[in-house]
C-alpha cells in the first residue's frame, strides 16, 4: 500500500513528465550544477506549488533528490517558519547556486524571524554555496522586506563588504552581490545613493550567460535603466505616491 507522501510524488512525478519540454531541458542543463533536469518551465512549477499549497513535509521528501524540478518545488511549497538553519545550509547545499536558490529559496528563507542572523552568517561563510545564498537572500531582501523592518546596519555593512570583496569572489558570487546591488538601489530609498556609489566602484561583472538586452551586467547601468520606473522599482512607486 502507497503512502499519502508515495502517491503525491507520484502525481508530481507524472505532472512533470507530461508537461517537460525538451528545449526546456536542454537550456537548464548547462547551468544546474550536477542536478538531474526534466525540462519544467518556471510556470509550470510554479502552477503545480500552487495546487499543492504549503506543505513542509512533502517539500524535506522533494529535498532528498537531486532533480532540479523538485529541489524548486520543494522550496516554493516549504513552510518558512519550520525551517531552521541547519536545514537551511542543506537546502542550499543542495540547490548549488542555481536559480533554484534566487527563484526561490532565497525567498522561503528571508520569511523566517531569524533571517537576519542568517544573512550576517551566510554572507561571510566558508562554503561558497552558503555565500551565493546568503548574498541571493540579501537581494531578496532588499527587495521585499518591508521597510520599517529592513535593519539598517545590516543592509549598509553588506553593501560595503560587496564593494570590498566583490572582486576576490567566484564568478557566480560576483554576480549575485551585483545583483544584491541593484535591489538596493531599485527598492530601498536610504540605500539609492550607496548602491550608486558602490556600483560605479565595482563596475562590469562578467555574466554567467551570454549577454543580452535583459542581462546587463553593469549595476550602474541598470540602475540608471530602471530606478525610475515603478514597474521594476519600490523606490519610483513610492516616489510616485508623493508626486
Known amino acids: ?16 513528465q507530461e508537461n517537460a519540454q525538451p528545449n526546456v531541458k536542454k537550456i537548464q542543463e548547462k547551468k544546474t550544477g550536477s542536478l ?4 519544467l518551465t518556471m510556470k509550470d512549477i510554479r502552477n503545480l506549488g500552487k495546487q499543492i499549497g504549503v506543505n513542509h513535509s512533502l517539500a524535506e521528501e522533494l529535498f532528498e533528490y537531486s532533480i532540479y524540478e523538485y529541489l524548486m518545488l520543494g522550496s516554493i511549497i516549504a513552510d518558512p517558519m519550520m525551517v531552521n538553519e541547519k536545514t537551511a545550509r542543506i ?30 552568517v551566510f554572507l561571510v561563510d566558508q562554503d561558497e554555496d552558503i555565500r ?19 535593519q539598517s546596519d545590516l543592509a549598509v555593512k553588506a553593501l560595503k563588504m560587496i564593494k570590498k570583496n566583490l572582486g576576490n569572489e567566484p564568478l557566480t558570487i560576483q554576480n549575485a552581490m551585483n545583483n544584491a546591488v541593484v535591489m538596493a538601489g531599485l527598492h530601498v530609498p ?3 545613493e550607496l548602491a550608486k556609489e558602490v556600483a560605479d566602484y565595482i563596475g562590469h561583472v562578467m555574466p554567467l550567460v551570454a549577454k543580452n538586452q535583459c542581462n546587463i551586467q553593469s549595476a550602474s547601468d541598470y540602475l540608471n535603466r530602471y530606478i525610475d520606473q515603478p514597474k521594476f522599482s519600490r523606490v519610483a512607486r513610492l516616489k510616485a505616491l508623493v508626486d
Open 1 to 16: 500500500m502507497t503512502s499519502k507522501h508515495d502517491q503525491e510524488l507520484m502525481n508530481i512525478k507524472k505532472y512533470m
Open 36 to 39: 538531474d533536469v526534466i525540462g
Open 91 to 120: 537546502w542550499l547545499k543542495k540547490a548549488q547556486s542555481t536559480s533554484i536558490v534566487d527563484q526561490a529559496l532565497s525567498i522561503l528563507l528571508i520569511q523566517h524571524p531569524e533571517r537576519h542572523q542568517w544573512l550576517n
Open 132 to 150: 551565493y545564498g546568503g548574498y541571493s537572500m540579501l537581494s531578496s531582501y532588499y527587495r521585499l522586506e518591508p521597510l520599517e523592518t529592513l
Open 190 to 192: 536610504s540605500l539609492v
